[in-house]
């Protein structure tokens, strides 16, 4: 798996949010949300079916400093891995 | 008297009480070396005057000042005229003191849940269709964009003028309002570095 990979004893907590079905702009509204209760460092990972999430998480994690480490798309799930900073 | 030679240090020496001011005014802002290493990022801001009460305009309002403050944007929403009854209570259905108040009051009811459409109305047809077309395709309602902006800390600005003028009181108000503002408080807002300022 990638996302622990630079952390070999595997402290990096994964946490998920299921944003799957909403429109713009709750998937980063959640996104901000869930963030914070996530440690620095950690991970967060959100699973949305809009496609406008795709400039809107690149927007997000430049403007407000936190990584996108992760992007992948699946049978119609985006998925979005951001780090927190 | 002979041609002098002016010393280094005399080069600059101040004269008069301007010249002093000056020299100090130099001396104070001169660059230190000390590296600056955090709040490299300036606090950026969203401005938005709300002004009308219509659910095409309010929605864009809304959404763009989720968005903003969901990016850590300190996110400022100025409302006023038609633009301040939807933040009345849902649940108030009469506002105002005289009689004209209450007939716009009945004519436009206020709170959120109530937004008509600006074009194609029909006696409420349009936003029901609306309404019917945002569940279908899972797009969040007013009421939902009002509480999540609320949650991320966008600051609501009623129009103090506009209060009056309705006759609207501050008990009429959602719990989330802030205090009323004037259209100076707005332009200094508007007028700061790193701030988009929208009309809507």
Redesign the interface.
């Known amino acids: 798996m990638t996302l622990t990979e630079n952390n070999p004893a595997g402290t990096v907590k994964v946490t998920t949010l299921d944003a799957k079905?909403?429109?713009?702009?709750?998937p980063?509204?959640k996104?901000?949300?869930a963030i914070k209760t996530v440690g620095s460092g950690d991970l967060l990972e959100v699973l949305t079916t809009d496609p406008g999430a795709v400039a809107?998480f690149a927007?997000?994690s430049r403007?407000?400093?936190n990584t996108l480490v992760e992007q992948t798309l699946v049978e119609g799930v985006y998925r979005f891995v951001l780090r927190r900073k | 008297m002979t041609a002098p030679v002016a010393e280094p240090e005399t080069i600059i020496s101040p004269e008069t009480e301007l010249e002093r001011d000056l020299l100090r005014g130099l001396l104070e802002e001169a660059p230190d070396d000390e590296p600056q290493t955090e709040a490299e990022t300036p606090v950026r801001q969203l401005v938005i005057i709300n002004w009308s009460g219509e659910f095409d305009r309010v929605m864009p309002t809304l959404i763009m000042a989720n968005a903003a403050a969901a990016m850590g944007y300190q996110t400022k929403v100025f409302t006023t005229f038609w633009g301040l009854l939807p933040f009345v209570k849902d649940q108030k259905r009469i506002v105002g003191e005289n009689w004209m108040q209450k007939m716009l009051a009945f004519m436009q009811r206020p709170g959120i849940s109530h937004l008509k459409t600006s074009k194609m109305n029909f006696f409420g047809m349009g936003p029901w269709m609306m309404g019917v077309l945002s569940r279908k395709y899972n797009v969040a309602s007013p009421k939902e964009l009002l509480e999540a902006a609320e949650a991320l800390g966008v600051e609501f600005m009623p129009c103090q003028m506009t209060m009056d003028m309705f006759g609207l009181k501050r008990e009429d108000m959602i719990d989330g309002l802030g205090a009323p503002v004037g259209a100076a408080t707005v332009l200094e807002l508007m007028t700061q570095p790193n701030t988009a300022s929208l009309f809507i």
């Open positions: 079905g909403l429109k713009c702009p709750m980063i509204v996104t901000a949300q809107d927007a997000w403007a407000t400093g």
